[in-house]
């Protein structure tokens, strides 16, 4: 039961450019959900979140998109740097349920091209 | 100085076994947590700790057990290991506050069981 997904499990983008992770969940309880960024051999490191009350978020080059009809949420980086290379998670939890638990997708590998 | 230490990096054992994979933090949080990254790179969260007190354990085998000497260190030890085991084993801590839902991960530990 795979409640948060991140179908795409790889992105190439060219230095510059935008890159756009997408993600979908299922699970209408949820109403705060996060990105986490993760190296090889490093644990995920968080990135930036968004709340159920909001449907943008921005920090830098990153920005958060949500749209709750859709259940679907996405993340903008731009411009995209060879240093944003590495995998990219999505996360959610139904905190007003009093349930924290972070519920993870399975990662977008996001390869920026110089 | 690292924030969130897991011990050993890296750990191959053969069925039937016991081991255990230290935690430590030094972020002065009270929350922490263990999550399970699989081979089809789910990363699921197994259980939480809340200083010392167990309040979250999800649907994981009674092998697995957790331990909390204080609020700084979180073990997990695996009796009887088994081969549906492998995976790379996450800690995690949060601090009191947790406003942002931000978790603070360790680098992993890679189990691998023969």
Not at chain 1, 82 to 110: I, M, Q, W
Not at chain 2, 30 to 56: A, C, G, R, V
Not at chain 2, 64 to 83: G, Q, R, T, V, Y
Not at chain 2, 84 to 112: H, K, Q
Request: hydrophobic share 30%.
């Amino acid at each position: 039961d795979q409640q948060v997904k991140q179908n795409s499990p790889s992105l190439s983008v060219q230095e510059g450019r935008i890159s756009i992770l997408n993600c979908d969940y299922t699970n209408s309880m949820f109403d705060y959900f996060l990105w986490y960024k993760k190296y090889p051999a490093e644990g995920p490191t968080f990135l930036i979140s968004i709340s159920s009350i909001k449907d943008k978020n921005e920090d830098g080059r990153f920005t958060v998109f949500l749209n709750k009809s859709a259940k679907h949420l996405s993340l903008h980086i731009v411009p995209s740097q060879p240093g944003d290379s590495a995998v990219y998670f999505c996360a959610a939890s139904a905190r007003a349920f009093g349930n924290e638990k972070l519920t993870f997708g399975t990662g977008t590998r996001l390869t920026i091209i110089p | 100085d690292t924030a969130v230490s897991q011990t050993p990096k890296y750990l191959v054992t053969q069925m039937g076994n016991d081991k255990s994979i230290k935690c430590e933090q030094n972020l002065g949080h009270d929350t922490m947590y263990w999550y399970k990254q699989d081979s089809k790179k789910f990363l699921k969260i197994m259980f939480s700790y809340n200083n010392k007190e167990l309040i979250i354990n999800e649907t994981v085998p009674n092998r697995f057990s957790p331990k909390s000497p204080d609020k700084a260190h979180l073990n997990l030890h695996i009796n009887s290991l088994e081969l549906g085991d492998s995976a790379v084993y996450f800690c995690a801590s949060s601090p009191r506050d947790r406003s942002t839902g931000e978790l603070f991960f360790g680098e992993g530990s890679r189990l691998t069981v023969l």
